[in-house]
C-alpha cells in the first residue's frame, strides 16, 4: 500500500497510554471497593454468629457441611445460568415468601382494624368521582359529567356504605358465613357461566353475592353452633388458595399435575394443623403457613419442571439447609462446644430486650417490610403516573408547555433535597395535618414515597422517553386514543427501565433513618405493628438505637446481626425485583 | 363522533375519465378521498400550495415527486395525523366519506380507524406477531372471532404461509420485509376503507419490495390504496394514478399513470420523471 504521509516507514503504534492508564486505574479503584466491602462483611459476619469464639473443630464442621456443598454448587452451576437463576429465584423467593408469609399472619392473628370511615369514604367515593371528572372532563361531554357524577356519587356511597357495615360487624365467623354463603355461590355461579357459556349464570353471581353477604350478616346472629377454627380456615382460605394455585397449573399442565399441586400442600396443611392442635400449637397458624408456602411452591415447581431448564437450581435452598442441619447434628453428636450466634432464630422472631442476649429485630423487620411495601406501590404507581402525564399529556409548546417545564426542573431539583427535610415536610404534612399520626406506618410510607418520588419520576420520564416515536404513531395511525397508544405500546416497552429506576430508588428508601426520625418513628418498639395506624420501628432505625447502647454486645454483637439481616432483606426485596423486570424484558 | 365515518361513500361525483390501466374493464370509480383548496403550513412555511385532487375508490394511486414537495405532508392530511405536530395548520377541506375530515364533529380517532396506515420504517409493536395484527381490534373493541380476522389479514398480507407456526413469537424477529407485510397486515385488520402507504419499500431490499407490490395490486381489490413513494418505476409498475408533486406542494400533474409516463402535459413533470431535474 503506497502512502505518501511522514510515517511512510510503516504502520508504527499509535499511542494508547491515556487509554490504558484509565483503563487499569478504573480497575483497581473496583477491585479495591470490593475487597474493602468484602473485608466489612466478613467482619460483621463474624461479629453477627460470634464465629471468633468458635473452636476448630464446630468451624471444620460446618464448613463440610456446608461451605464445600455450597462451592460445589457454584462450580457446578457456573457453566449453566440457567441453573444460576433458577437457584437465586428459589433461594431469593424463599426469603421473600417467608417474610410476607409472617407479615401475613401477623395481619391475620392480630385484631382486624376498624376501618376509617373518612379513609373509607376517600377511596370508594371522592377518589373514583375525581377519576371519573377527570376522565369525562377530557372528552368534553359536559352534560355526561353531571349525570355520571351524581349516579357515581350515589352509587359510591352505597358500595362505602355496605363496606363499611362489612367492617363494622367484621369477626371471623360473619367471613365464614358470608363466604359460605354468598362468595363460593357466586364463584361457582360465575365459573359454571363461564365454562357453559351461559351469560345469565355470569350475570346473576353478583345478586347472589349479595345476597349470600347479607344473609351471613343476619345468620350471625341466629346461629350459635361454628366449626373448630381450623375447620373455618381450612374452608375459607387454605380451600380457596389450593384453588387457585390448582386453577393456575391445570391450563398448562393438565389435571393431574393440578390436583398434585393442590392437593399434595393442602393434605400436608390440614395434618399438620390437626397435629399441632394436638401437640397444643396454634392449629391456624400452622395450617395457614403450610398452605400459603406449600402452594406456590407447588405451582413454581411444576412451572419449572414443566420448562425443564435448571431444575437442579432449585435444591440449592434445600442443600443449605440440608447443610445446616448435618452440622448442627455432627456438632450435638460429637460434643464439640458451638459458638453462641448473634444472629439466630431468637433474633429474628422476638422483640428488642435489655439484656443482649435476648434482643430481637422482628417487630422492626415487620415494620420496614410493611413500610417498603407501602412505598413501592405508592411510588410506583404515582411515579408512572407523573411521568406518563408529563411525557404523553402535556403539550411541548405554548404557556401550558413552560409550565411543563419550570415542572419538570422543580422535580430534578427536588431529587437533590436532604432527607431530614423530607422529614419535616411528612411532619407538618402527613402528621399533623392529615392526621395520620407520629411515626406510623402511613405517615412514614408517604414521607419515604415522597422522598424517592423525584428519582422514580426522572427514571420513568428517561424510560418512556427513549420509546421511539415510530411505535407510537403506528398505533396512533390504527386509531388508538392517547390513552390506548400508552396503556398497550408505550408502557410494557418502558416497563423495564422503569422498574430498574424504582428499583434503585426503593434501595434508599428502605436504608433511610434521618425522614424517620423526623416524624416521630419509635427507635424501639415491644410488638410488631397490628395495623397500619400503630406505631412501629423500621430497622436502620433499631440499629442505630442499639449502636448508642452502652453495653459492647450490642454495639457489636447485635448491631452486626442487624446489619446482617437489613442485607439479606434488602438483597431479597432487590432480587424479586430484579426478577419482576426480566420477567417485563422477556415479555417483549 | 361516529356519525362521521358511517356513511360511506354515497353520493360523490363520478370520475369522469374511465380508468385506462392493464385492467380497463373496471367500472368507473367513485371518488374515496377528496382535497379541496389545501393549504398547509408548518409554521410560517407552507407545505402544500393549494391543491384539490379527487383520488378514486379501489385504485392504487401513486403521489410522487422530489423530497420536500408536500406528498407525505398530504398523506398524513388525509387521516389526520399532522394534528401530532404542534407547529402544523391546515386550511381547505379534505373530503373522506362525504365529510370533510376538518370538520369539528369528526374525531381523528375515529376517522383513523376507518383509515389504515403504514410507514415508510416498519415499525411493529414488540409484541407477538399475533397481537400486532388484532391491535387494530383490539382498541377498536372487535368482538368477532379475532383469530380468524388475523389469519385473514395475514392471508391478505401474503405473510400467513411464512409465520403460521409462530404467530406467538415476536413480531421483531421477522425480517424487514416481513416485518413490512406484518404492518400491511396490521393496518388492514379492522377492514378499513383506505390504505394510506408512506414509501412502504424504501427501507427494503429489491426482493422484498417486489413481494409488497404484488401485494398492493391485491390490495388495490378491496381498499383504496394512496402511496407516496420516490421510485418512479415503481410507480409507472403499480398505480392506476399518479399525482406529481413539484417543490413547493404544488400538485403539477395528476393523471392516469399510462399518461403521466408516456405523454404528460407539463414540460417540467417530463423533466422530473426523466431525471433531468429533482
Known sequence: MATDNANAGGFGEVSRVRGIVFEYLSFGASVFGLVALGVLLVYVSIDAFDLANASPEWLLTYFLTLVVPFLAFCLYSANDSEVTRRALAALGGGLVAVAALFTAIEAVVAPIPRLNWQLAYLFVVAAPVAAYLAYVGSRGRVAAVGFGLLGRLVGGAAIGLAVGTLFLVFDELVWFLAYTFGVVPAAALYAYGRWRAADRAATAAIPVGLVGLVTAVFLRRVVTVYPSDLVIYLWTIAIPVAAVGAFLVVDRSGRTVGIVVAGLPLTVATAGGFLAAGAGLSAPTVLLVLVLAGVPTAVYVSRVIEVGDGIVGLGLPILLAAGVAAGALIVEAWGVPAPDPWLDLGYVTEAPSRTPEEAGLYPAIVGSVIIIALVAVLSFVLGVGTSVFLEEYTPESGVLGSLTRLLQINIANLAAIPSVVYGLLGLGLFANLLGFGFGTAVTVALTLSLLILPITIISAQEAIRSVPDDLRRGSDAMGATRWQTTKNVVLPEAMPGIFTGTILALGRAIGETAPLIMVGAATTVFSAPSSLFSRFSAMPMQIYAWANFPQADFRYGVVAAGVITLLVILIGMNGTAILLRNRAERGN | ?278
Open chain 2, 1 to 278: 363522533m361516529s356519525n362521521t365515518s358511517s356513511d360511506t361513500t354515497g353520493d360523490e361525483s363520478l370520475i369522469t375519465t374511465e380508468v385506462e390501466t392493464g385492467s380497463t374493464q373496471r367500472t368507473p370509480a367513485r371518488t374515496a378521498v377528496a382535497a379541496r383548496d389545501l393549504n398547509v403550513y408548518y409554521g410560517d412555511e407552507q407545505a402544500i400550495d393549494d391543491v384539490t385532487i379527487e383520488i378514486p375508490e379501489k385504485r392504487v394511486t401513486a403521489l410522487i415527486g422530489p423530497s420536500g414537495c408536500g406528498k407525505s405532508t398530504f398523506l398524513r392530511c388525509i387521516n389526520r395525523m399532522n394534528d401530532m405536530i404542534e407547529v402544523c395548520r391546515v386550511e381547505g377541506d379534505v373530503e373522506f366519506g362525504g365529510k370533510n375530515v376538518y370538520d369539528d364533529d369528526v374525531d381523528p380517532v375515529a376517522l383513523r380507524r376507518k383509515i389504515g396506515m403504514v410507514f415508510q420504517k416498519p415499525n411493529p409493536f414488540p409484541k407477538s406477531i399475533r397481537d400486532n395484527v388484532a391491535y387494530g381490534l383490539k382498541i377498536q373493541g372487535y368482538d368477532g372471532d379475532v383469530d380468524e380476522r388475523v389469519e385473514e389479514s395475514l392471508k391478505a398480507a401474503a405473510l400467513y404461509e411464512e409465520v403460521k407456526d409462530q404467530l406467538d413469537s415476536s413480531g421483531l424477529d421477522l425480517s424487514g420485509g416481513q416485518q413490512q407485510r406484518l404492518c400491511i397486515a396490521r393496518a388492514i385488520a379492522p377492514d378499513p376503507e383506505v390504505v394510506l402507504m408512506d414509501e412502504p419499500t424504501s427501507a427494503l431490499d429489491p426482493v422484498a419490495a417486489s413481494k409488497i407490490e404484488d401485494l398492493i395490486d391485491d390490495l388495490a381489490e378491496q381498499y383504496t390504496v394512496i402511496i407516496v413513494t420516490h421510485n418512479m418505476q415503481q410507480a409507472a409498475r403499480i398505480s392506476d394514478r399518479t399525482a406529481v408533486f413539484l417543490t413547493g406542494g404544488r400538485l403539477v400533474e395528476y393523471d392516469d399513470t399510462p399518461k403521466i409516463f408516456e405523454d404528460p402535459e407539463e414540460q417540467r413533470v417530463e423533466d422530473y420523471i426523466t431525471g433531468k431535474f429533482g
